[in-house]
């Protein structure tokens, strides 16, 4: 499985991501988007509230946030939580944020860029 990892930014804000060749699809580390959706300086522990809520309520979205190593602020691979756009866009609608709209426009474009780069590599 071809992976490719990069750093995109949001307003600049990092959002750790990778890119799955077998899947053809980003996934994105979620303890980012909620550090950028909810300002808070405490993602880790508003993702794991958000994270029991959700499971509380029988959403199904908790069960299918899966995991994957990315390079943490010291440098070392941790294991961290992440999801695709489409679970994103559902993660999304369960953090209050003014910055919820521009963040789904934001993930679109980076869809986009992928596409245009595998249709035309040259092109990059």
Same mark, same amino acid.
């Given at each position: 499985?071809?992976?490719?990892?990069?750093?995109? $930014?949001? #307003?600049?804000k990092?959002v =750790?991501?990778? *890119?799955n !060749?077998?899947?053809? @699809?980003?996934?994105?580390?979620?303890v980012?988007?909620?550090?950028? $959706?909810? #300002?808070?300086d405490?993602? =880790?522990?508003? *993702?794991? !509230?958000?994270k029991a @809520?959700?499971?509380?309520?029988?959403?199904?979205?908790?069960?299918?946030?899966?995991?994957?190593?990315?390079?943490?602020?010291?440098?070392k691979?941790?294991?961290?939580?992440?999801?695709?756009?489409?679970?994103?866009?559902?993660?999304?609608?369960?953090?209050?944020?003014?910055?919820?709209?521009?963040?789904?426009?934001?993930?679109?474009?980076?869809?986009?860029?992928?596409?245009?780069?595998?249709?035309?590599?040259?092109?990059?």
């Amino acid at each position: 499985m071809s992976k490719e990892t990069a750093i995109k $930014l949001f #307003e600049q804000k990092q959002v =750790r991501s990778v *890119w799955n !060749d077998e899947e053809e @699809k980003w996934y994105f580390s979620v303890v980012d988007v909620i550090e950028v $959706l909810s #300002e808070t300086d405490r993602p =880790r522990k508003y *993702w794991s !509230d958000l994270k029991a @809520k959700l499971k509380k309520e029988g959403s199904e979205l908790s069960e299918k946030i899966g995991q994957l190593k990315m390079a943490a602020e010291d440098g070392k691979m941790r294991v961290t939580d992440v999801a695709d756009t489409q679970q994103l866009f559902r993660l999304i609608q369960s953090v209050p944020s003014p910055k919820a709209e521009p963040f789904k426009l934001w993930l679109a474009q980076v869809g986009n860029e992928r596409i245009d780069e595998i249709e035309d590599p040259v092109k990059r």
